[in-house]
């Protein structure tokens, strides 16, 4: 018996617990997890320290390091994304409907756990600690593969969690790592119908792509994040600028970062100047059209790949474009369906692009790198959905849950 079916047969032990547990159950073990992340930080420090060392031996870029980098705060930041979940309501058990029929039958839809959920992932061990804490809040188990670039901080991580959650008196295995990061455990893990209910795939296009062509678990697909900022003829140009500055460099390795801006004809002459003086304070590349390189001198030729690239790193697409109706044309055409935004005073454009872009989530005057479960009020995410089967967008704790019928009868027969 393999070590992954191990894990796969103690997750479900463990799920037939957790989906009946209470709330309060729960949430204090929410508070355990999230208290022993802040007494071990030094621990988990210690071994985001070798993950960084290795990474820089191999020569990672600074943007994928500092995906990769935890601090004090960044742990501070995890344990109050636990502390988080537990104000917010608990989804399971639920009714979100019920009605009656002529012959008497009372028809209800619940909300119940998923029971096994499992997770492969890159580079960011934060990830490891929101995912434990959405699947518990939800009553599921999940098994965690990471990255081999994060290995010693997920093993450090899942450690000080799993430990926190058998002291509350929850079963050890609602949270397990996967330490073996080689492919073939990744593609036995694709396959573990058995014991996974639901696989989600977190991370670069490659990563995305290879679970969703080689599971046979069930797959919710995450973003690859080829995110546009347009700029409109009519807008606030400090605006425009602090928006796009905001969403390429804030965090440029992460899915909700801007890699792309269209700008409008009519202002290009003016803006593009403004904007490419902005970014290039911040180190920023610019890839560009034809139009984009004849008003930014030292801007580089854009090829037809870079238009459906997601570069992150210090490295932005910039084109001009006709108008809204371009925008949204070439957004529909080369984006990956994450976030888009509009920088505009136009209310007729502001709904246009609203109404016609086809994304997760789309903006008007702000940055894409709102995209985001605590942002969105969720207290953390497992991902942002960038399908549109059961769950689009930042996935919180409603979209880690399913649905059964309840029906009450009264001696009925058909």
């Known amino acids: ?10 997750a479900k032990e463990a799920s037939y617990e957790l989906g009946n547990l209470s709330t309060t159950e729960k949430n204090n073990a929410l508070k355990k997890m999230a208290e022993s992340l802040i007494e071990n930080t030094s621990k988990i420090l210690k071994a985001n320290e070798k993950d960084l060392k290795a990474a820089i031996e191999k020569g990672t870029s600074k943007a994928m390091l ?11 930041d995890m344990a109050d994304g636990l502390t988080q979940l537990i104000a917010l309501p608990d989804p399971v058990g639920e009714v979100i409907s019920m009605w009656k029929r002529p012959n008497g039958l009372q028809i209800g839809k619940q909300r119940v756990s998923m029971g096994v959920i499992g997770i492969i992932y890159e580079a960011r061990p934060n990830v490891t600690c929101d995912a434990a804490g959405l699947c518990l809040k939800t009553g599921n188990a999940v098994i965690l593969r990471g990255g081999s670039e994060a290995i010693n901080s997920n093993k450090e991580i899942v450690k000080v969690l799993a430990n926190a959650i058998e002291e509350a008196g929850l079963p050890k295995n609602s949270v397990q790592l996967v330490e073996d990061t080689s492919r073939e455990v990744a593609l036995e893990m694709m396959r573990l119908n058995d014991y996974i209910d639901v696989l989600i795939p977190r991370g670069g296009a490659g990563l995305i792509q290879a679970v969703v062509k080689n599971a046979t678990v069930p797959v919710i697909e995450t973003g690859v994040g080829n995110c546009h900022i347009y700029v409109d003829e009519d807008c606030d140009f400090e605006m425009a600028k602090n ?21 409008n ?40 790949e870079d238009w459906s690239r997601e570069y992150l790193d210090y490295i932005i697409g910039a084109k001009v ?4 109706d371009e925008a949204i044309n070439h957004i529909n055409k080369y984006g990956s369906g994450h976030s888009e935004a509009i920088v505009t005073k136009s209310y007729e454009n502001s709904q246009r692009f609203m109404q016609r872009v086809n994304a997760a989530a789309v903006y008007v005057n702000a940055s894409t790198r709102f995209t985001d479960g605590c942002e969105f009020g969720f207290g953390a995410e497992i ?16 979209e880690l849950t399913t649905i059964k019928y309840i029906i009450y009868g009264n001696g009925q027969i058909r």
């Open 321 to 324: 474009v006709k108008n809204v």
């Open 383 to 398: 991902g942002i959905s960038t399908q549109k089967l059961h769950a689009r967008g930042p996935m919180g704790l409603a």
């Open 243 to 263: 928006i796009i500055v905001n969403a390429k460099t804030s965090r440029p390795a992460v899915c909700n970062a801007a890699e792309k801006m269209l700008i």
């Open 1 to 10: 018996m393999s070590e992954l079916i191990l894990k796969g047969q103690k």
């Open 66 to 76: 500092d995906r990769l980098s935890l601090n004090e705060g960044r742990i501070a």
């Open 265 to 304: 004809e009519k202002i290009a002459k003016e803006f593009l100047p403004i904007i490419a003086k902005a970014l290039k304070d911040k180190n920023v590349e610019i890839r560009g059209d034809e139009s984009v390189k004849t008003l930014i001198s030292d801007a580089v030729s854009a090829t037809e």
